[in-house]
């Protein structure tokens, strides 16, 4: 079994900074099938990356993801109001999903 | 637009069943795996089960393998969760998703979700 651990668990940042979270797998992932998926509240997930660097259609280019092996990143470049959610990454070979981290406004 | 549109939640006692659906517009349905995931209250994300174009692979979440069983018609748009054997552990919110491509667990589209709330 996977564990992803994201963090950290909650981010208190405002609107214009730059977000980074993180996501480290417990042991090293076949990296093109990592995600990444906002969520909030009251409203069902929204996919934002795939392959750990893709972005969805419609997904603004202010989010971008990396990373490999064990350690993977979302970073917002510029938060905009509609940012402030949680975001879940998931490593779709084996379904599991990290706990979340907390996006919210400082 | 891709809709996705859940039914069949309510209240259950455990040990008892329920059947979710899930009607599907607004792409060709049969050209897509199509897969549920659960949240339960305040919790994170949980993949349930998933099945092909073509029902041929399916796959189950350890947690529910053995009591659950997905289906889909494809001449209906519909996908389907019978729930077995259902315990408290198994409320949360349930969302039909529709799979990216091929037979990855890559959800693109979801619904809004169906409650499933067991208890005595």
């Known amino acids: 079994e996977i564990v992803l651990t994201q963090s950290p668990g909650t981010l208190s940042l405002s609107p214009g900074e730059r977000a980074t979270l993180s996501c480290r797998a417990s042991?090293?992932?076949?990296?093109?099938?990592v995600a990444w998926y906002q969520q909030k509240p009251g409203q069902a997930p929204r996919l934002l990356i795939y392959?750990?660097?893709i972005r969805a259609t419609d997904i603004p280019d202010r989010f971008s993801g990396s990373g490999s092996g064990t350690d993977f990143t979302l970073t917002i470049s510029r938060l905009e109001p509609e940012d402030f959610a949680v975001y879940y990454c998931?490593?779709?070979?084996?379904?599991?999903f990290g706990q979340g981290t907390k996006l919210e406004i400082k | 637009e891709v809709q996705l549109v859940e039914s069949g939640g309510g209240l259950v006692q455990p040990g008892r069943s329920l059947r979710l659906s899930c009607a599907a517009s607004?792409?060709?349905?049969?050209?897509?795996?199509m897969h549920w995931v659960r949240q339960a209250p305040g919790k994170g994300l949980e993949w349930v089960s998933s099945?092909?174009?073509?029902?041929?692979?399916?796959a189950y979440a350890d947690s529910v393998k053995g009591r659950f069983t997905i289906s889909r018609d494809n001449a209906k748009n519909s996908l389907y969760l019978q729930m077995n054997s259902l315990r408290t552990q198994d409320t949360a919110l349930y969302y039909c998703?529709?799979?990216?491509?091929?037979?990855?667990?890559?959800?693109?589209?979801w619904g809004q979700g169906t409650v499933v709330t067991v208890s005595s």
């Open positions: 042991q090293s992932v076949y990296s093109s099938y």
């Open positions: 099945i092909t174009w073509n029902s041929v692979g399916i």
């Open positions: 392959h750990a660097s």
């Open positions: 998931h490593h779709y070979g084996s379904s599991f």
């Open positions: 607004g792409f060709t349905f049969d050209d897509y795996a």
């Open positions: 998703a529709k799979g990216l491509y091929g037979d990855l667990r890559l959800f693109d589209y």
